[in-house]
């Protein structure tokens, strides 16, 4: 439903025309650019929207996004470190103040991180809620190095 | 609902912005607005692809306008387009005397010869410099002295360089790797091939009034790298070119520029052979050397080209004129030109030129730029039956007395220090403002940075007097008009406009001055407080002429050259000068008074 503002408040320059959504859905494009039959690409919608969202903040690098240096979660960079040297702990915080700070969407209610030293792997579980929503949603991630 | 994306913007977060603006609109992704999203995301590659490909764009656009340029292989080349040549390097100058002691050898020639190429060595405050003669100069035999007079030397080091005229292609460019070199000094001869002695020396392009097919002439210009590159004509219609097969031998000077300017202390390097001995060359009376000079910078390529383009190579206009003097003579650092419709007195028929040397420069260099002037540019490129006066440019000086109030408790500095630092902005200001002609001076943002010297100045106000000096024939009486740049005050019954500095006239020591409510001119004594004369002359205030009647003072006080005559001017917030006054500091004369401002004191501007 859009709502316009009148004569006199259109000086608000583009907050003239303000989209209002019927619900607190959320919406976002499908990362594995799968194509549906019609060709678009596939949608994510509500709790797998979020999930994707947070997973994407997770993996993702410091440096990486253009001109937000300290984005992400910075967690593949552990297992460049020697194994002795990093704590579980030490993984699940980073992942929590991660998500604190860049999903409003969610609220953290726990993170388990298993560190597989001979594996050079760390297996992450993230629980956490969707605001709007209320539901819960257990995500499971394994970190690997590539090489 | 808007469904085009708006894409002026080149900062990343404003493009970013515009393409969420454009999803705020669609009701098919509302996950846009998250960071995390995958959508953000893909926003993300857009944005930093448009912004990069902005960015490129925008420098690609600024770099293909003369105005806008930041690269100075741009300027240089939008520089060329317009017909300018930036100029290089220019090396360091001196005039030396020689000499050489033959005293009882037999057989000795009646004339020798210092030769082009003669080293010397000399230094400044920074580092030890290589001169090079210039020119070969003769010298008699005088009892077995030979003396080499006015040897004219330029720091820097020779190099050669030779190419080979490629048989295939007869249309080339030479290349010469280096940065530093001073084009002026470029001499480039031409062999038929590779063997043979005989040469042909080519001439610059720009001392070329025609070109046809057969004029030898070699053009140089800055490539983009900074180095340089010599071009000859095509051999059909524009200029000689070098025959296929040919040898090209190119000497010029690497040099240090205005690094090397000030050095003294000249010593040869090299010895003088005469009849197959050698001998030691003792350097005589020399003066410091000057008018080295770096390669012109991007703002001043800025500036001049567009002014020489303006001229067209002719000189029509003041502007034309300027434009010539900057650019062909950088030991000249300013110029003021104006016709002598405009000059006072009139003077129809003439172009008037004033130019601003460097501190140090001698009466021969500035001589020998004029005569440059007038026979290299003038005669070929001005209008007929025009002639050309040069004056010296006329110094004014400003005396300033500023009053300032404080507040003592905001500084732990005394009164004097307060004084100090506001002196000393004051000169500050002036070297850098001004200085220079067609500067003018405006007291208002001089009171303002006066101001904020310190923190615990609350206010300032400032008087102004404009000041010419003269020298006057001592013991002779005479008529001076002296010509003040602007319009003096018009007298008044309480303080005089004009005032002199001291000189003795028949036997006292005196002053001359206005009398009060009058533009008559009278000598007073001061330490009597007599007038001694009146009536020995009158100032016209509104066009700034004072005239002395048969004046004749025996001195001058202080044992100085020069009467110093302080005018109150019309306009005391903006001395605006004309032709060729420059407006500077007297120092001397100049004063600031602090006063402690309380806080049941009333300050009255």
Not at chain 1, 73 to 89: P, Q, Y
Not at chain 2, 51 to 72: D, K
Not at chain 2, 205 to 220: G, N, P
Not at chain 2, 316 to 329: A, N, R
Request: aromatic fraction near 10%; include cysteine; glycine fraction near 6%.
């Amino acid at each position: 439903m859009a709502k316009n503002l009148s004569l006199e408040d259109k000086n608000l320059g583009i907050l003239s025309q303000m989209t209002v959504l019927s619900n607190s859905s959320y919406s976002d494009i499908d990362l594995s650019f799968t194509k549906r039959k019609n060709g678009d690409i596939f949608k994510k919608n509500d709790a797998a929207a979020v999930k994707q969202a947070v997973k994407n903040l997770v993996l993702t690098n410091h440096y990486e996004k253009p001109f937000n240096m300290f984005y992400g979660g910075n967690v593949t960079r552990l297992l460049f470190d020697l194994a002795d040297d990093v704590h579980s702990g030490e993984v699940e915080t980073q992942i929590k103040e991660t998500i604190e700070n860049y999903e409003p969407r969610v609220i953290v209610l726990n993170i388990s991180a298993k560190i597989k030293g001979q594996y050079n792997s760390c297996s992450v579980t993230i629980t956490f809620q969707v605001i709007s929503t209320k539901e819960t949603i257990i995500l499971e991630t394994d970190i690997a190095r590539l090489r | 609902m808007a469904t085009n994306i708006t894409s002026t913007q080149l900062d990343f977060d404003q493009i970013k912005s515009s393409l969420k603006t454009y999803f705020a609109n669609s009701t098919e992704f509302s996950d846009y607005d998250f960071e995390t999203s995958g959508l953000s995301n893909i926003l993300d590659v857009l944005a930093y692809n448009t912004h990069f490909n902005g960015l490129i764009a925008n420098l690609a656009t600024n770099e293909s306008f003369l105005n806008t340029a930041q690269l100075r292989s741009s300027v240089v080349s939008h520089a060329e387009g317009l017909g300018y040549r930036p100029k290089s390097r220019s090396a360091s100058k001196s005039t030396i005397t020689g000499s050489i002691d033959l005293s009882g050898v037999a057989g000795r020639p009646s004339t020798t010869t210092l030769p082009i190429g003669t080293s010397f060595s000399a230094s400044n405050d920074t580092s030890n410099h290589t001169f090079i003669s210039r020119e070969a100069v003769t010298a008699n035999d005088v009892s077995g002295l030979y003396t080499f007079a006015d040897i004219l030397v330029h720091e820097g080091t020779q190099k050669t360089k030779t190419f080979l005229v490629d048989s295939l292609s007869s249309n080339q460019t030479y290349i010469i790797p280096d940065e530093n070199i001073d084009t002026s000094t470029l001499d480039v001869k031409v062999f038929n091939n590779p063997t043979t002695n005989a040469y042909s020396t080519y001439t610059f392009l720009d001392d070329a009034i025609t070109v046809s097919a057969i004029t030898e002439y070699y053009d140089v210009k800055e490539a983009p790298n900074g180095h340089y590159e010599i071009n000859f004509g095509d051999g059909v219609s524009f200029g000689k070119s070098p025959p296929v097969g040919g040898k090209i031998l190119v000497t010029y000077n690497i040099v240090s520029g205005p690094d090397a300017n000030g050095s003294t202390t000249f010593s040869a390097v090299s010895t003088l052979a005469v009849n197959g001995v050698t001998y030691n060359i003792s350097v005589g009376k020399q003066i410091a050397s000057h008018s080295g000079t770096n390669r012109q910078s991007i703002d001043q390529i800025k500036k001049l080209a567009p002014i020489q383009f303006s001229s067209q190579q002719r000189l029509v206009t003041p502007l034309d004129y300027k434009g010539m003097i900057l650019s062909k003579f950088p030991n000249a650092t300013d110029a003021a030109v104006w016709g002598g419709e405009q000059n006072v007195p009139k003077d129809y028929g003439k172009v008037y030129m004033s130019l601003k040397f460097p501190e140090g420069t001698t009466d021969a260099v500035k001589t020998s730029t004029y005569d440059q002037i007038k026979t290299s540019f003038t005669d070929n490129l001005s209008i007929m039956s025009i002639d050309n006066v040069f004056v010296e440019p006329q110094i004014t000086y400003i005396e300033t007395t500023t009053e300032f109030y404080y507040n003592d408790g905001l500084t732990s500095s005394t009164l004097s220090t307060l004084e100090t630092l506001v002196d000393s902005y004051i000169s500050t200001y002036f070297s850098t403002n001004l200085g220079k002609f067609e500067s003018k001076f405006r007291r208002s943002p001089l009171l303002t940075g006066i101001d904020i010297v310190d923190r615990s100045i609350l206010s300032s106000k400032m008087d102004i007097k404009i000041q010419q000096r003269f020298s006057p024939t001592l013991g002779t009486s005479k008529s001076y008009s002296i010509n003040f740049p602007v319009a003096i005050a018009a007298f008044n019954g309480t303080s005089h406009t004009i005032t002199s500095s001291g000189f003795t006239y028949r036997g006292s020591s005196c002053i001359f001055r206005n009398k009060l409510s009058s533009n008559a001119i009278e000598i007073f004594v001061p330490s009597t407080g007599t007038v001694l004369e009146t009536g020995i002359g009158s100032y016209d205030n509104i066009n700034g002429i004072l005239i002395l009647n048969t004046f004749a003072p025996t001195t001058i006080v202080g044992g100085l050259a020069e009467i110093k005559v302080s005018a109150v001017p019309q306009n005391q917030a903006v001395v605006s000068p004309l032709r060729n006054y420059i407006l500077t500091l007297d120092g001397g004369a100049s004063r600031s008074y602090g006063n402690i401002e309380h806080t049941d004191q009333k300050i009255v501007l």
